[in-house]
Structure formats: C-alpha cells, structure tokens
C-alpha cells in the first residue's frame, strides 16, 4: 500500500495544509467504545479454548486490562481507500471535505527522522477479524502458556501445609518459593506489557469496510507525558501534534474532494503549492452523492 487516505472535514484540512502539521488524537475518545479493549477479551477466548485454571487465566486478564486502563492510544487514522462513501459521510464534513493521500514511505521515514528525544509513532494496519486478532496474540499468548503450564505462577503453599518439616525450615522453604513466585509474576507482566503494540490495532469487525491504518503513539495515563488538548465534540480530547517536515520523499501524492465539495480543484493545488506541497495530483470524487 504506497498511498493512505486521511479523510476531513475542510477545516482540518486548512489546519493540516496551513500548518504542515498533523495531530495524533486519543483513540479512546473516539466513536468506537471499543478501542484498546479487545486485548483482554481475545486473550479470555484463547485461555477458554485451552481450558487453564481460571485463576491463573484471571491474574493474565487482570493485567491486561490495568495496562488497558492507564494505556491510551494516540492515533492519525487513515484508510487504504480514497474515495470511500461511508469515509465522506463519517469524517469528511458529510461528504464536503477532503481525502488527502499520504505517502506511506513518507510517514514512515517521518517517524524515523524523528528527535529520538520526543514521542515516536509507528504505521499499523488495523486487523478487524477474530481470527486474526487470536493470530497477532497467540506468540504471546503462548510465552505465557508456557509458565502457566509448568507450574511457575502456581502461588507457593504456607509453611503449615509443608508436612514434615519443622516450622523454621518450612518458613524458609516457603520464603524461597515466595521469592521464586514474585520472580515469575514480574516475569508474566513484562510478557503481558508486549501486547502494548496490538492493544490499539484490534478493532470491531462492524468496521472493517474502513480499510484502516493508523500512526500510533502512546499515553501513559499515570505518568506526566508531553501531550496538547483540544476540544472535540464537547470532549477534551489530548494529542500530539506531528510536524511534515521536509524530506527526500513527498509528504503527499493526491488530494481528492468529496463529493459535496464545491472548491475548483486549482485552488487546492495553488494551496497545496503555497504550503510547500508541489506535484500533488487533484481530483474530485467519483460518488454521486448529494
């Protein structure tokens, strides 16, 4: 996929042409209440299918979902699709704005010529089947497995219950069995914390005609981190603003207008042009919708 397609409204897409900038917004606050959940729950599928002790199965899900819960995804979402309907209706001023085409080579090469010293994102493609989802996770799923089955994060049995021992070699035995299992715990959390890079690429099937990728970056809810606010549909919305800065490769390859958008397509480019933006193929929409 050599193009991405960022649908907006046409105030967005002065503010991202104006500004030569972009704005990785909270993925949590957006229409689907879903993003960054459905990590836990495929993880409950594979641990059902492979029928583990439900206590073990319930402090990896646990886990999982604290990390949800102080994670938040920042994302640009973008679309391998262009010229979509569903796209124009949902996030383009109602079919009034703009689909700008992004290089991928470009956002990627963004990323990498980046102050190593600020925030970083990387360009996912959102996987919408179950079956995939399970696939993305089963790696890990089975590193996990793994310690499960051999016993490791078994929690070791008091002193009163070690027969045969007195008191002070049982304590001991059972401080070393203690120390071994906080070992395997922390061991299983830094397993569970490599499922930060899926949490915000899972989404809903309902919305796999979307076709979406996304620049992602992350939020430590917990943890003072550099982020800006914005207002959104009366939400405050954090995010962080991304420079397109120059480079060998063109920011943008095309710019198509939705099929409500009434600009000639010479004041896109001169626009276009005026920005910095040169070259950019302009065209308009091939939906009839009115």
């Not at 304590?171 to 915000?200: C, D, P, W």
């Not at 943890?223 to 063109?250: G, H, M, Q, T, V």
Request: proline share 4%; charged share 25%.
């Amino acid at each position: 996929m050599d193009i991405l397609y960022h649908y907006c409204n046409p105030a967005a897409f002065l503010s991202i042409i104006g500004n030569r900038c972009i704005w990785l917004s909270s993925l949590s606050l957006s229409n689907d209440a879903m993003e960054g959940k459905l990590v836990g729950s495929t993880f409950r599928t594979l641990f059902d299918r492979n029928k583990l002790n439900e206590k073990q199965a319930s402090m990896v899900i646990d886990a999982i979902k604290s990390l949800e819960e102080v994670i938040d995804g920042l994302g640009f979402c973008l679309s391998e699709k262009g010229d979509l309907l569903s796209q124009w209706r949902g996030y383009s001023g109602d079919g009034q704005g703009f689909s700008i085409g992004f290089s991928k080579e470009y956002l990627e090469s963004l990323n990498n010529s980046r102050d190593k010293n600020t925030p970083g994102f990387s360009t996912e493609r959102v996987i919408y089947e179950l079956a995939e989802h399970e696939s993305a996770l089963q790696p890990i799923f089975e590193r996990i497995l793994q310690d499960i089955l051999i016993g490791k994060l078994n929690p070791p049995s008091p002193p009163s219950m070690l027969m045969g021992l007195d008191h002070e070699a049982g304590q001991k035995i059972y401080e070393l069995a203690r120390e071994e299992y906080g070992k395997a715990v922390h061991n299983m959390m830094s397993k569970v914390f490599m499922v930060l890079s899926h949490l915000f690429r899972l989404k809903n099937p309902a919305f796999r005609e979307e076709a979406e990728w996304r620049l992602i970056s992350h939020l430590f809810n917990e943890l003072e981190d550099e982020c800006e606010f914005r207002i959104s549909a009366e939400r405050l919305i954090p995010f962080r603003s991304i420079a397109l800065k120059n480079l060998d490769i063109p920011a943008i390859r095309e710019v198509i207008l939705g099929p409500k958008n009434i600009t000639p397509e010479f004041v896109v480019s001169k626009f276009l042009e005026k920005n910095g933006f040169v070259g950019v193929t302009v065209k308009r929409s091939s939906a009839t919708y009115r």
